[in-house]
T-cell receptor, first 113, second 115 residues
Framework: DVKVTQSSRYLVKRTGEKVFLECVQD?????MFWYRQDPGLGLRLIYF???????EKGDIPEGYSVSREKKERFSLILESASTNQTSMYLC????????????FGPGTRLTVT | AQSVTQLGSHVSVSEGALVLLRCNYS??????LFWYVQYPNQGLQLLLK??????LVKGINGFEAEFKKSETSFHLTKPSAHMSDAAEYFC?????????????FGTGTSLTVIP
């Protein structure tokens, strides 16, 4: 079974802190994604990556950056956390090819105070 | 551009009744379509997917969906609801154009099952 793990299930940070969210997948997938999920808005794509050291902006990249130094690991960075970044963050991985499903981690619920 | 519309943000059914969750998509190319389920405080789990084979797709937990090109729909059904089906359901379309494998998700439908 594909396993996608996220470093924390719950995280509380203060405004202005730098926040790192880590995601690791164990299936040698080429593609990895970061979403945020908010009530009534569904899932919105922040960034995605098709390969090591490659990244593409999604629909809402402002205030975020990413890093992919190894194929299995995709990190989301909040450079200076703000209260409007309080959300559920979901990581996903996928084998290359549009017919393949995305596999999701359990999510990190981030609260910025 | 791709998009997905899920009609009804909240659906309530009685235990044993038919479950029908609606999904309409827009796509400039023949789409790949997916349904996911999310239980409280968990990630998304794939229920089923359509990838241009049979138009009636069977998934896990007794769910199925039918791809109707003329209606641009991919509605999710289950003949008899169980209490364990209470969850959030998301429909998604995959972009297989030049932007690669980006998924476009609907805003979700919360299913309540009444005993």
């Amino acid at each position: 079974d594909v396993k996608v793990t996220q470093s924390s299930r719950y995280l509380v940070k203060r405004t202005g802190e730098k926040v790192f969210l880590e995601c690791v997948q164990d299936m040698d997938h080429e593609n990895m994604f970061w979403y945020r999920q908010d009530p009534g808005l569904g899932l919105r794509l922040i960034y995605f990556s098709y390969d090591v050291k490659m990244k593409e902006k999604g629909d809402i990249p402002e205030g975020y950056s990413v890093s992919r130094e190894k194929k299995e690991r995709f990190s989301l960075i909040l450079e200076s956390a703000s209260t409007n970044q309080t959300s559920m963050y979901l990581c996903a991985s996928q084998s290359a090819g549009a017919a393949y499903e995305q596999y999701f981690g359990p999510g990190t619920r981030l609260t910025v105070t | 551009a791709q998009s997905v519309t899920q009609l009804g943000s909240h659906v309530s059914v009685s235990e044993g009744a038919l479950v029908l969750l609606r999904c309409n998509y827009s796509s400039s190319v023949p789409p790949y379509l997916f349904w996911y389920v999310q239980y409280p405080n968990q990630g998304l789990q794939l229920l089923l997917k359509y990838t241009s084979a049979a138009t009636l797709v069977k998934g896990i937990n007794g769910f199925e969906a039918e791809f109707k090109k003329s209606e641009t729909s991919f509605h999710l059904t289950k003949p008899s609801a169980h209490m364990s089906d209470a969850a959030e359901y998301f429909c998604a379309v995959s972009d297989r154009g030049v932007t690669g494998n980006q998924f476009y998700f609907g805003t979700g439908t919360s299913l309540t099952v009444i005993p």
